[in-house]
């Protein structure tokens, strides 16, 4: 005996069957797994100061400094940033952008973050993350980390490739060493240490290093002097250059063409005669680990107050055409700083114009493979 069956009936079978032929081929696609790219893949280059942190099972990358980068050549449609926030008391900030694009940013609150919910187009893409800004409040110098980034690697999508994507040699690298106002502390707004209110990549030194079309970064703590220790239990300059952070040694073997240094201000309260020799300390630390850099000197901001001349002398009395007096004086007004010490973001652009005619004079001059630490 033939069954009929209702209009509505008809129409819910017919929903049936599309439903179950929608899951059918959508099967494959659920069960395919995630490509995982590890911290530690030779595919993902890193720009900056990154230790190696072991956790259960695998090896992390740590910073606790503004403007580190992180670099990574895929193909596919997403891509996740996968972070360990174990111990982690102090959340950073990163930017992130795809094949040239604009910075998109994110805070890090999460193990894993979609960095492109909506998807990108298919093919081979460049993706490029900064570091806007570890938070200066908590102990990021002594292990365990209580604020920093700690990086697991990335997830892509299934059947997705990668390739190794290092920065070219055909690019001088440039390093910065300072305190909070190279750090980028405070420059969106006063309250130094908190992220919120600090941005590395708004700085006078990331401009700079953009406008030189270098290979750059910032390896700055707030507070932190050539005497004085920085928050987080950051100690002074000469002390921490060779570290990335307690037990993790820096890397060296990255040629480092120029430094520049501008430290002194959180300096006043000790005398000249202390200063000039614990910068030049400092110095000889450089010196020791990337012996044929160039390095810039550079007067502090407000350089009447924080050691200025002190520097233009320590120039002189190392008597090494490798070291550069910068004479900052002049380049901006009271208007140009969020409170009287870390410049706003107006100031910055101020400075890195007249910081990027300073160098560039040495930089254009740099050709590949020139020099080698």
């Known amino acids: 005996m033939r069954k009929m069956f209702s209009g509505r009936q008809r129409s819910m079978l017919r929903l049936a069957c599309l439903y179950l032929l929608i899951s059918t081929l959508a099967v494959p696609w659920l069960m395919a797994e995630a490509v995982h790219v590890s911290a530690t893949d030779s595919a993902v280059s ?59 940013l994110f805070t890090i609150d999460h193990s894993r973050i979609e960095f492109f919910p909506a998807g990108i187009p298919e093919g081979r893409h460049q993706l490029e993350i900064a570091v806007k800004a570890i938070d200066g409040n908590g102990d990021r110098w002594l292990p365990p980390l209580r604020s920093a980034i700690v990086f697991e690697g990335f997830e ?3 059947g997705a490739k990668v390739e190794p994507s290092s920065r070219s040699r055909q690019r001088p690298f440039l390093q910065f060493i300072g305190d909070s106002i190279t750090q980028g502390e405070g420059i969106l707004h006063v309250d130094g240490g908190a992220v919120i209110n600090s941005d590395g990549i708004a700085t006078y030194a990331w401009l700079t290093g953009e406008a030189l079309g270098t290979t750059h970064v910032q390896t700055a703590f707030g507070g932190q002097g050539v005497l004085r220790s920085g928050s987080g239990n950051v100690p002074p300059a000469p002390l921490s250059f060779a570290w990335n952070f307690s037990g993790s040694p820096a890397d060296f073997s990255v040629i480092t063409d120029f430094i520049l240094i501008n430290l002194g201000s959180n300096d006043q309260p000790y005398s000249s005669d202390e200063f000039i020799e614990a910068y030049i300390r400092l110095v000889r630390e450089i010196r020791k680990r990337c012996p044929r850099t160039v390095i810039f000197a550079m007067r502090p901001f407000h350089g009447d107050h924080y050691h200025g001349d002190d520097v233009a002398k320590i120039a002189k009395l190392m008597a ?45 001059r740099w050709k590949p493979g020139a020099i080698s630490n």
């Open 46 to 104: 890193y720009v900056g100061r990154w230790g190696a942190i072991e956790l259960p099972g695998q090896t992390a990358m740590a910073t606790i400094n503004s403007s580190c980068q992180i670099y990574l050549n895929f193909t596919g449609q997403h891509v996740a940033g996968l972070f360990n926030l174990g111990g982690i008391d102090y959340l950073a900030q990163i930017y992130v952008k795809v094949d040239g694009g604009d910075w998109v």
């Open 156 to 158: 892509l999508d299934a």
């Open 320 to 364: 090494d055409p490798a070291i550069i007096y910068i004479d900052s004086t002049g380049w901006m007004e009271e208007s140009d700083f969020t409170d009287g010490a870390h410049p706003n973001v107006a100031g910055s652009r101020k400075a890195a114009a007249h910081l990027v005619d300073a160098l560039k004079p040495y930089v254009s």
